[in-house]
T-cell receptor, first 110, second 113 residues
Framework: DAKTTQPTSMDCAEGRAANLPCNHS???????VYWYRQIHSQGPQYIIH???NNETNEMASLIITEDRKSSTLILPHATLRDTAVYYC???????????FGTGTRLTIIP | DAGITQSPRHKVTETGTPVTLRCHQT?????MYWYRQDPGHGLRLIHY???????DKGEVSDGYSVSRSKTEDFLLTLESATSSQTSVYFC????????????FGSGTRLTVV
């Protein structure tokens, strides 16, 4: 899998936008970027994925740079329930398995 | 999560005893996975299955075996439990038509004493 680099931890004020960066400089042209999150002691939850265009769904937005070497997950109006560990994953094309790193621990501050 | 359940949720067992964890899904998904999670390591893949009787190893498969005799059930067996296998175990599933949207179970906390 392409190596991803994420900050270990981040804080964000409640109600503000949370911007979580991820570097994936070795990504190949046909490899997707996936984001998952894990709320304390629960199983990970799928958030969003993208290839090269920006994506938005009911949970978040994903901004991928033009060179595809980095991306940002945006939670537009963070709530306390968004406190979790967020994983950025870039599996090798055709890889049927997801490899989770240690992610970014996001804490939403009241 | 909806459509996937793990049992038991908690288990304490003694070193050297066999242990089987069960993952059951109701979505008819082709792919199923077993992960373990330990502090400082994130989730690590143990084994996965891409169909009935079709399984393969993940990155930390030593000491574990799996079986999938039916689409809905994926069993993880520790033949002889060791203290290093104390962990939280997560099962996951996904349909064959996508490579995203894994759905995870709620986890099994296993303690080997």
């Amino acid at each position: 899998d392409a190596k991803t680099t994420q900050p270990t931890s981040m804080d964000c004020a409640e109600g503000r936008a949370a911007n979580l960066p991820c570097n994936h400089s070795t990504i190949s042209g046909n490899e997707y970027v996936y984001w998952y999150r894990q709320i304390h002691s629960q199983g990970p939850q799928y958030i969003i994925h993208g290839l090269k265009n920006n994506e938005t769904n009911e949970m978040a937005s994903l901004i991928i740079t033009e060179d595809r070497k980095s991306s940002t997950l945006i939670l537009p109006h963070a709530t306390l329930r968004d406190t979790a560990v967020y994983y950025c994953i870039v599996p090798n094309f055709g890889n049927e398995k997801l490899t989770f790193g240690t992610g970014t621990r996001l804490t939403i501050i009241p | 999560d909806a459509g996937i359940t793990q049992s038991p949720r908690h288990k304490v067992t003694e070193t050297g005893t066999p242990v089987t964890l069960r993952c059951h899904q109701t979505e008819n998904h082709r792919y199923m996975y077993w992960y373990r999670q330990d502090p400082g390591h994130g989730l690590r893949l143990i084994h996965y299955s891409y169909g009935v009787k079709d399984t393969d190893k993940g990155e930390v498969s030593d000491g574990y075996s799996v079986s999938r005799s039916k689409t809905e059930d994926f069993l993880l067996t520790l033949e002889s439990a060791t203290s290093s296998q104390t962990s939280v175990y997560f099962c996951a599933m996904r349909p064959a038509t996508t490579n995203y949207g894994y759905t995870f179970g709620s986890g099994t906390r296993l303690t080997v004493v």
